[in-house]
């Protein structure tokens, strides 16, 4: 396996940005492995905390089975009943976690980049993991979302991926498009005008949802996220689903061979026809198996980048 490299500290995993392609082959590799029966190298405790202060279903709990299949310890932490709620800093938590013994802490927060200050800080011993940061990134769901089309096409070089959405909102799509345009595939998306991140420019085009559907390899749609200030006063989700959604009528145009995606959860009916969440070309259900086995590869590669667990 060839070393993990980031730009950030060893032994941390935060953002897409950081991993090379050879870096990214090899987490999907060892993910591939572990869904093919390998066993944890695990030969010494490992502690690790799971830090949610936004909700979520599937992140957390395939974070916590992924732990668990590699036999680590884990420490539960619930912010409502932390001392979150008597002023304390995510740092000062940390360094309580740290100094008890955690060894890695995976993190979900509404703050974009939360992470820059604890890395930087430099007085944490503990590895971190980004479960999902604000609008910001969510590596591991990209990296399970890769693993997902790698086995459904065998590659990444001249696949079209359409991202049809909350783009501006998304993590998700920021993750994806981001290690997607280095595996060589190529980025589309579309949605309401108003919510493209112009930002994003440089990594996909944006264009008519409609005219791209048919020229789609891979179809992911995504959902609005009003948690993050789009209101629910003015919206329809009829006329929503009408123009943007992936109806089964729309459906019918997708390209022969082309898969449709959803990093969940599913407002069905409404970006999602909820007739199409199970269909023959969706892949919704495989996306949460392989999150397990990509966490599996996320959480061993920094316990080798730490000579934890007594693996080496």
Not at 145 to 165: A, K, S
Not at 175 to 199: C, I, R, T, Y
Request: with cysteine; charged share 20%.
């Amino acid at each position: 396996m060839l070393a993990y490299q980031t730009k950030n500290d060893l032994g941390n995993l935060v953002s897409m940005a950081d991993l090379s392609t050879n870096a990214i082959g090899n987490l999907l590799d060892r993910a591939e492995e572990f869904k093919h029966g390998a066993g944890s190298r695990f030969t010494q405790p490992v502690y690790a905390v799971n830090l949610f202060f936004e909700n979520s279903t599937r992140t957390h709990t395939s974070f916590e089975m992924a732990e668990r299949k590699l036999g680590l310890n884990i420490l539960p932490f619930d912010p409502s009943t932390s001392s979150v709620t008597k002023g304390e800093t995510l740092h000062d938590t940390l360094l309580t976690l740290d100094a008890i013994g955690a060894n890695i802490a995976v993190i979900r927060h509404k703050q974009n980049r939360y992470y820059e200050p604890l890395i930087a800080g430099c007085d944490l011993n503990l590895g971190i993991i980004n479960a999902g940061d604000g609008s910001g990134e969510h590596p591991s769901q990209s990296l399970l979302d890769l693993m997902t089309i790698r086995e459904e096409f065998g590659r990444f070089t001249g696949l079209r991926i359409l991202i049809c959405g909350d783009i501006r909102h998304s993590r998700v799509a920021r993750s994806n498009a981001e290690a997607l345009g280095k595996l060589g595939a190529k980025v589309l998306f579309a949605g309401p005008q108003e919510w493209f991140d112009d930002s994003l420019s440089d990594l996909g085009e944006y264009g008519d949802w409609d005219e791209l559907l048919p020229t789609a390899d891979v179809v992911m749609m995504l959902r609005i996220q009003h948690e993050r200030g789009v209101s629910n006063d003015h919206f329809d989700p009829e006329a929503y689903a009408a123009k943007y959604g992936l109806t089964v009528q729309r459906a019918l145009h997708m390209k022969q061979g082309a898969i449709i995606m959803h990093p969940g959860p599913i407002n069905r009916g409404v970006e999602l026809a909820s007739e199409l969440v199970q269909a023959p070309n969706s892949r919704f259900v495989k996306q949460m198996q392989n999150g397990v086995y990509v966490r599996m590869a996320m959480i061993e590669r920094i316990c080798l980048d730490r000579h934890l667990g007594g693996l080496s």
